[in-house]
């Protein structure tokens, strides 16, 4: 296999430094966040462990394994294109992953290859921080992309009462209606009232920052909104929500627990969640 790209580690490389081999995959990854984060979580572990930035084309995922296996990866984390190109490569896919259509998380163990989903998991628990819970409550979600499919999934094993999906791209809305019969799709004009209004659109996120998806009024319906975007933190949609009354919830805690769950998978141990507050409060700063 040809592998072209620059980040690609050498076998030599990979086992140099006596510990695990991690990393993210992506394709196009200059800003992530994701190796400062698990740099930190590790080193509060005294874990040695290196973990490094992936690049890849789409034909160059479709040898992600042999790959992994020749520079002994233990573990990526996934994201943005390919949560669900992966997902077919998977030697076994956890149940929750299967429901979910998509994984973020691949723990190589043995010469086989898992695929997670822990994108649910730093939801729920973005929510749970801020003292928001989602048993019986009404929740709509803006976007129906990839991200929204963990959120789903997420806020209904949580309790949610009632699950609504606003949306453009009705394609996307009735492939979600079909892997999710439980939820309730809507145009984004006719949107319902309900507790918690979360997006999932990059509408507002850094360079095009000073939009959202919705306006005022139907901010107004809920008494909690959320945004997965944390670049900026306050989005636009955050901004209106506050100015509001809204409780606000922003998205960058969701990045960091999901990142705390993949260790989980990879280190095979219970962590306590609140390991990743300082890194999430220093990043924070940033945005």
């Given at each position: 296999m040809n592998m072209i790209n620059l980040h690609t580690p050498t076998k030599e490389h990979t086992t140099l430094s006596g510990g695990l081999s991690l990393g993210v995959l992506g394709k196009s990854l200059p800003h992530t966040l994701s190796p400062e984060i698990h740099q930190d979580l590790l080193a509060q572990q005294n874990i040695s462990a290196e973990y490094k930035v992936y690049e890849m084309s789409e034909e160059e995922v479709t040898h992600l394994t042999d790959w992994m296996t020749d520079c002994r990866i233990t573990g990526l984390n996934v994201t943005i294109p390919y949560k669900e190109t992966v997902y077919h490569l998977m030697d076994v896919v956890d149940s929750h992953a299967e429901k979910i259509g998509a994984i973020n998380t691949i723990y190589q163990k043995n010469g086989k290859f898992y695929g997670y989903n822990t994108d649910y998991i730093g939801a729920q628990s973005m929510f749970a921080k801020a003292g928001v819970s989602l048993k019986d409550q009404s929740i709509v979600i803006l976007g129906s992309g990839g991200a929204a499919k963990a959120l789903i999934y997420g806020f209904h094993i949580a309790g949610a009462s009632q699950i609504t999906v606003a949306a453009r791209n009705q394609k996307e809305l009735l492939?979600?209606?079909?892997?999710?019969?439980?939820?309730?799709?809507?145009?984004?004009?006719?949107?319902?009232?309900?507790?918690?209004?979360?997006?999932?659109?990059?509408?507002?996120?850094?360079?095009?920052?000073?939009?959202?998806?919705?306006?005022?009024?139907?901010?107004?319906?809920?008494?909690?909104?959320?945004?997965?975007?944390?670049?900026?933190?306050?989005?636009?949609?955050?901004?209106?929500?506050?100015?509001?009354?809204?409780?606000?919830?922003?998205?960058?805690?969701?990045?960091?627990?999901?990142?705390?769950?993949?260790?989980?998978?990879?280190?095979?141990?219970?962590?306590?969640?609140?390991?990743?507050?300082?890194?999430?409060?220093?990043?924070?700063?940033?945005?």
């Open positions: 492939n979600l209606k079909n892997r999710f019969p439980f939820i309730t799709a809507s145009s984004l004009q006719e949107i319902p009232s309900g507790d918690i209004l979360v997006n999932t659109t990059p509408l507002g996120m850094f360079p095009n920052i000073g939009r959202s998806v919705v306006d005022a009024p139907v901010i107004q319906k809920f008494r909690v909104a959320s945004d997965i975007v944390y670049n900026p933190l306050m989005t636009e949609f955050l901004h209106i929500a506050k100015q509001e009354g809204l409780q606000v919830v922003t998205g960058l805690m969701m990045l960091v627990d999901q990142a705390i769950a993949s260790e989980e998978i990879w280190l095979n141990k219970k962590l306590n969640y609140q390991m990743g507050n300082r890194i999430h409060n220093e990043l924070a700063k940033r945005f």
